[in-house]
């Protein structure tokens, strides 16, 4: 005895499928459903399936006409794939999006993650649905995000696991010494010495081991002689002239992005970090300006920018704005992003090294560096200042979490 239709379909439910739009064309109308039954089938020749209801007008259109585009749909695009749900009347489905046809003349969506365009070249008969095959003729992958998903009768997003582990850099420390005339070579040494990349200060020995941040360049032998370039992305052209001139010096690059959640820089943001890509950094980094980041404007960003990124890895540099600084680390940590600029004890807003240290350790998240030499540092630092610091949880001791 067959199972029932019911208790079929909610047990389907329970695998997650992302979603696309099924489109065709019947002379000068368009028509499109909203589906997650969709594969590949070959790479070659590229075949993709699609298995639709034989009640559907769709499945007549596409019987008839021979064609259909797929069109796979982002996180923040759930509005149009309920309308083409059923949600909006057909007539009204098409209405304000960014439409194009390519080889078929079957609408595709222009700001989809990706979309297809095919010619049906198999009709299987499938029970109640018919699996069309088609030969995909035309496709592109429009912009990068993370996709919407359907889960149990419900749209979603990916969830977001923690990081295995993560890596902290102090970008702040010899900045912040020189502003108040403290010496800096010291503790620059120890925080190196705890795990931590630092950036050079004015005069410092271990400088092969360190970062150093350059504006601009007028020359290649005007770079200094770190292990580590960090440079301002100002335009894509400079940003390949820089990672040349540091890959000429054996030195990492790093592509900086100033004010780069900032509401009004999202667009500007994820263009530079492609561009960045472009060029071969070898990291690129996202800084908080002096518009504070939200823990929503700051996962809006990461998302698309890590995306972008692919395999380039994403670090982020945070501020301490009305104490919002950790729980944008999590958020960075659950968008993605496994590498944080921070500063010993937290001067100057920045974010300090021991509090993420303190959140990684209460995510069960790994670090290489060593907390207990940055507590130690921390004090020395205090000390140092004669006032106390603004981190949180240095005082916790070397042991205490």
């Not at 005007?222 to 030195?251: H, Q």
């Not at 603004?390 to 042991?399: A, D, E, F, K, V």
């Amino acid at each position: 005895m067959a199972v029932d239709a019911e208790t079929f379909r909610s047990v389907l439910g329970q695998w997650p499928t992302g979603v696309v739009l099924v489109t065709t064309t019947a002379g000068e109308t368009w028509h499109g459903m909203t589906a997650s039954s969709f594969s590949s089938v070959s790479l070659d020749p590229p075949l993709v399936l699609v298995c639709l209801d034989k009640r559907l007008y769709s499945h007549r259109l596409i019987s008839e006409s021979g064609l259909f585009g797929i069109s796979i749909l982002g996180r923040d695009q759930a509005d149009l794939g309920q309308a083409f749900a059923g949600r909006a009347a057909p007539a009204e489905r098409f209405a304000g999006g960014d439409w194009a046809t390519a080889v078929t003349g079957a609408p595709v969506l222009g700001n989809a993650l990706g979309w297809l365009d095919c010619r049906v070249v198999h009709a299987y008969p499938g029970g109640d649905h018919t699996i069309f095959v088609g030969e995909v003729l035309a496709a592109d992958t429009p912009r990068a995000t993370s996709p919407l998903l359907f889960h149990s009768r419900s749209w979603g997003q990916l969830a977001d696991p923690l990081p295995a582990e993560i890596g902290l850099a102090d970008t702040g420390l010899a900045a912040a010494l020189e502003r108040r005339g403290l010496p800096s070579a010291k503790l620059l040494r120890r925080v190196r010495e705890a795990g931590l990349r630092t950036r050079v200060g004015a005069a410092d020995p271990d400088a092969a081991a360190a970062s150093a941040l350059v504006d601009a360049l007028d020359v290649p032998d005007a770079l200094p002689d770190t292990g580590t370039v960090e440079f301002l992305y100002r335009d894509a052209d400079g940003a390949g002239r820089l990672v040349t001139a540091a890959r000429a010096k054996g030195a990492q690059a790093v592509g900086r992005i100033p004010d780069a959640f900032a509401r009004d820089r999202r667009d500007a943001s994820i263009g530079a970090v492609a561009d960045l890509v472009a060029a071969g950094c070898d990291e690129i980094a996202l800084d908080e300006g002096d518009e504070p980041a939200s823990p929503l404007n700051l996962r809006e960003l990461l998302r698309d920018a890590v995306s972008v990124a692919g395999d380039v890895p994403v670090r982020v540099r945070l501020a301490e704005h009305a104490g919002l600084g950790l729980a944008n680390a999590l958020t960075a940590m659950k968008s993605g992003v496994r590498h944080f600029d921070v500063t010993l004890g937290g001067l100057d807003d920045g974010l300090c090294a021991v509090d993420v240290l303190f959140l990684a350790t209460r995510l069960d998240v790994a670090s290489a560096a060593d907390r207990d030499a940055l507590v130690a540092a921390a004090a020395d630092l205090e000390t140092a200042c004669g006032s106390p610091l603004p981190g949180r949880t240095y005082r916790l001791g070397r042991t205490s979490l």
